[in-house]
């Protein structure tokens, strides 16, 4: 859903946005997180709009714009009124845009997860970042779906991690600090969507570093074989060429009943979080002709959740359908059935870095 508000008699800007909450009392409902804009503001008068998310079925929502300006020195936050509005009880499960090749296909029911788009800025034009399937009882996406071009990559190094305001903050686990170790093994606030691949833009970038973007990775993992997979999925797309990228941890493979560790995070919020036993990746790349896909190479990548220190990241490749067999995913669902049966069989890195 998209809220929109406009202003007039604006002198000076710091931001604008809206709060969100199940409470019409303006002190309750401001003392959330702010949903900022989305859309450029300008001096004087305009109108800005930002997207909410992750909203309960038949429920009254309030909500009240608001802009931070200079006020005696100091940027204060301004409000306007308190309106609402109520969702719909309906059994339609959200899904992903049918055009976006990245999309896996979207669950028959979402039951507690959450299927959520960011969307942000680039070269002054509002683009979609990246969506995941995110599962609170495991505090994680499930998968990553995103595309990777030059265009997005820059030298920004982002905010620090914080809460991703399109699901609710109770649903998160904080990673203020480093993850604990584990059984000896030290664990990082491993990206999901790398934040490398978004540093083009401020607005793009400091959304990779949600909570919900972060899952505790093995060190020398993170560090080593899945840094080096990650970089080598960078240097092969130049120009305006574009790969598709989904990504995720796997806690146990479909059909199997891998024991799953768990740390409290003690630091922070004391939340139960599960540790993968393993992670996954697999990319796509499209020829077109006429704006129709006709013709489409793809690879996948899966890794046991360990060190794998010294190991070469092309003896992980395997095709996508294995990838599929293993989660019960169906990725790059929206590709013409023609190509995708073939793209999707594929096990040879250089088949699909040389398409």
């Known amino acids: 859903m998209t809220l929109s508000a406009s202003y007039s008699g ?10 969100v909450g199940t409470s019409s009392n303006l002190n309750t409902l401001t003392s959330g997180q702010p949903i900022y804009a989305q859309s450029a503001l300008t001096i004087g008068s305009g109108s800005f709009n930002a997207s909410v998310g992750a909203l309960n079925e038949n429920t009254t929502y ?22 609402s509005f109520r969702t719909l009880s309906t059994s339609t499960v959200a ?3 049918k055009d976006w090749l990245e999309a896996p296909e979207s669950p028959a029911s979402l039951g507690s997860k959450y299927l959520v788009t960011m969307r942000g800025q680039l070269n002054g034009k509002d683009v979609r970042n990246y969506s995941i399937l995110y599962d609170p009882a495991r505090y994680a996406a499930l998968w990553t779906a995103y595309v990777y071009s030059d265009a997005y990559h820059g030298s920004g190094t982002g905010n620090g991690w914080t809460v991703n305001t399109q699901i609710p903050a109770s649903k998160q686990t904080s990673v203020k600090y480093a993850y604990p170790s584990v059984d000896g093994v030290t664990y990082d606030r491993g990206h999901q969507i790398p934040n490398a691949d978004r540093n083009a833009d401020n607005s793009l970038q400091n959304q990779t570093y949600y909570w919900t973007n972060s899952t505790p990775q093995h060190a020398s993992f993170n560090q080593g074989i899945w840094n080096n997979l990650e970089n080598q999925v960078r240097n092969m797309v130049s120009g305006s060429d574009s790969v598709y990228v989904v990504t995720g941890p796997v806690y146990q493979t479909v059909g199997g009943s891998e024991t799953v560790r768990t740390f409290v995070n003690s630091s922070n919020d004391d939340k139960v979080v599960p540790i993968p036993n393993y992670y996954f990746k697999v990319l796509l790349k499209v020829r077109r002709s006429g704006g129709t896909v006709t013709a489409a190479s793809a690879i996948g990548f899966w890794f046991t959740h360990e060190a794998h220190s010294g190991e070469n990241w092309q003896n992980f490749a395997v095709s996508v359908d294995e990838v599929e067999r293993k989660t019960g995913f169906n990725f790059f669902a929206n590709l013409p059935p023609s190509v995708e049966t073939s793209a999707e069989a594929n096990t040879n890195w250089n088949t699909f870095r040389n398409f």
């Open 10 to 19: 604006v002198q000076s800007f710091q931001g604008a946005g809206f709060y």
């Open 62 to 83: 309030y909500y009240v714009a608001f802009v931070e300006v200079l006020v005696n020195g100091t940027y204060k936050e301004v409000y306007g009124t308190v309106k």
């Open 95 to 97: 899904t992903l845009n």
